[in-house]
């Protein structure tokens, strides 16, 4: 496959498109500012072939993207403990549903949306005695490098602002589902937000659902393949909040959103691809990212379908 010439097809075609229905997220006040005309693609492949094209050396706020690598730290470390605490079930409703959570007693659905994220930040602090310095090694470890941090001005703007997280936090406290102190939960929450990366260390970094658990370039393994593969299924089914099924059906790859405006893939076996452009759907995935990677499936005739 011919990935340089795609990808600079990919390109000419979202840069040439108008998004007059793309929004900037005003629910955090440090992304509004965010220049709207940005785009930048990477795809990694396997065998060690590298691709970008635009803005793919950029930083950007990963947001809910960073909460499969929360997921993958207690997955790898209490295995199937962790759907003792949280579901698998793709929620059908927004990432921040209030509604959701009440009926269902405080048990949040699957592991990307808000609530299930704040449960796996609240396990992280009951298994690990330097919960955040264990979280961002963790996350250093498997994209390989060593400087990959959050960005400290959005993190404060979330925690400025995540009345609606602190609601859904207390809530499940209600019901016994947060065992730790709420503020500390909060805290390691909106950090693992606020995390920074561009697209080709994004890409990287998600080798590791393509490379079946292990980190790319090494013999480590982080998850098993039976793991690996319920991780990708929960992507899958869950990692686009209530647009799932629709990513489903124009892409076709097991992947995760932010509301930062990034979109990260994987095709097992093959490659990974991350996508920026920070306008947003009205279900809070990028439209241009979203028309990038049904462009990739659809013009190179690949997906897990």
Request: charged fraction near 25%.
């Amino acid at each position: 496959m011919d990935f340089k010439n795609l990808l600079n097809r990919i390109y000419a075609e979202i840069k040439s498109s108008k998004w007059e229905d793309g929004n900037l997220p005003d629910y955090i006040p440090e992304l509004k500012h965010i220049n709207p005309d940005k785009f930048g693609m990477s795809l990694i492949t396997l065998d060690g072939k590298n691709y970008g094209v635009g803005d793919f050396q950029e930083k950007f706020s990963l947001q809910s993207i960073a909460k499969v690598f929360a997921f993958t730290l207690v997955y790898k470390d209490l295995g199937g403990k962790v759907f003792e605490r949280v579901g698998v079930e793709p929620s059908g409703n927004p990432f921040n549903s209030l509604i959701q959570l009440e009926q269902e007693r405080g048990f949040p659905r699957n592991p990307l949306i808000n609530a299930g994220a704040l449960v796996v930040c609240d396990m992280i602090i009951e298994n690990f005695d330097t919960p955040e310095k264990t979280l961002f090694d963790f996350i250093r470890k498997i994209a390989r490098n060593s400087s990959i941090d959050y960005n400290s001005s959005v993190y404060q703007s979330e925690k400025n602002a995540g009345h609606r997280n602190r609601a859904m936090i207390h809530l499940m406290k209600s019901f016994g589902t947060i065992k730790n102190d709420t503020d500390k939960v909060l805290d390691l929450y909106f950090k693992l937000c606020s995390l920074e990366m561009n697209t080709e260390e994004l890409s990287q970094t998600f080798l590791l659902y393509a490379n079946e658990g292990k980190i790319y370039g090494s013999d480590e393994r982080i998850l098993t393949k039976s793991q690996t593969k319920r991780t990708n299924a929960i992507m899958q089914t869950c990692g686009f909040y209530d647009e799932a099924g629709e990513f489903t059906f124009r892409v076709g790859l097991p992947g995760k959103s932010g509301v930062g405006g990034g979109i990260a893939a994987v095709h097992p076996g093959k490659y990974a691809v991350a996508t920026w452009s920070p306008l947003l759907n009205k279900k809070g995935n990028s439209v241009a990212g979203m028309k990038a990677l049904e462009l990739l499936t659809t013009k190179s005739g690949w997906s897990v379908f």
